[in-house]
């Protein structure tokens, strides 16, 4: 059988678990937004509901016609795109050029807790931003045009926090005024039983302060650390000592506050530090780019075969790993041949011992 290239005009719907999840084949420098809707359950797991995605490219006009994917309803929670009156699953639309706008329509919202997932690709230029804008506390959040960013709301008895209408995305040109400070990065790194918090900024200058805030749920971020600022108005570099690593999922994110009061927040990282025989956890996933991280923790110590199985049965093998019987990490490299898509990572043990995890490819 001959083998086939899969291009950014395919895609699947797959129903899991009575919601949607949208699957793409897209090129890797293509310029895309997808935003996903998870709810929050009253165990803090959060669960994927619906997606949707924008391709933006110059073969495509900004109308809607057969280049577009319609939005299939379905029975849950619904989270589609809205153009001239057409609910879409997919968009495809012109290459930015200095403003342009995304309109979600969502419906079926019940009384619950919920988080947005913005992820965006090849999206950043030196002039533009970009912002999730919620239109019924009329606060508009930024998004990282070139990674994930996350953004929490609810719904609650007032019909306006379920409104089909409630958010957008906008792109706009930057204005060219001062900052005060640019988040470049974020990090966090174990350190024997500790945990390190790096990140560096630019542009730093009138910084009253920064806090270092600690969330388990993406949710409920909570001060943790004070650090002064140098205000050597350039480039900065931050490497803190937090505290002692906890188990399960760790979420910091960077606070700063200017000398004017005004809040910025840096990209929100995470370490997972597996409870004893939980099994194995993969950060960042999904994962738009092939270096992953692998923590795994087994009864059974000693070399795992690692592999990843995709959604036609395609076995790939990922090398081997050591695990001990608390906690291992390894970083994990996917071959150029694993197309975007669903995969299943298999640690295979002594004694036919097997730990599955699944991940989402972008």
Known sequence: MKSHQFYSLIFFRIQLAGCFLLISFTSFSQQTLRTNLYVVGSNGIKTLMDGNMTIYDDIYCNCVNWEDALKMPNPGENWGLIRSGTTLAVERRKIILETDTSYIRMWNLQEYNFVIEVIGRNLAKTDRIGYLR?????????????????????????????????????????????????????????????????????????????????????????????????????????NEVVGECSEGDNFYRIKAIDAGGKLSYSSIAKLSMPRAMEGMNIYPNPSASRQLQLQAAAATRGKYLVRAIGINGT??????????????????????????????IQLIGPNNIIITKSITLL
């Open 134 to 238: 919620d239109n019924y506390n009329n606060v508009n959040t930024s998004i990282n045009l070139t990674d994930t960013t996350y953004v929490n709301f609810s719904v609650n008895s007032d019909r306006r926090t379920s409104a089909q209408n409630r958010f957008s995305i906008l792109f706009e040109k930057m204005v060219q005024v001062p900052l005060s400070v640019t988040f470049k990065s974020i990090r966090l790194l174990r350190k024997d039983a500790l945990l390190n918090v790096e990140f560096a900024v630019e542009n730093e200058m009138l910084v009253g302060s920064y806090m270092m805030q600690h969330a388990t749920d993406t949710l409920n971020f909570k001060d943790v650390k004070l650090v002064a600022p140098r205000n050597g108005h350039g480039s900065e570099f931050y």
């Open 315 to 344: 076995v790939y093998s990922l090398g081997t790993m050591h695990v001990t019987g608390t906690q291992s990490l390894q970083p994990l490299t996917l071959p150029a041949s694993m197309k975007p898509g669903l995969y299943s």
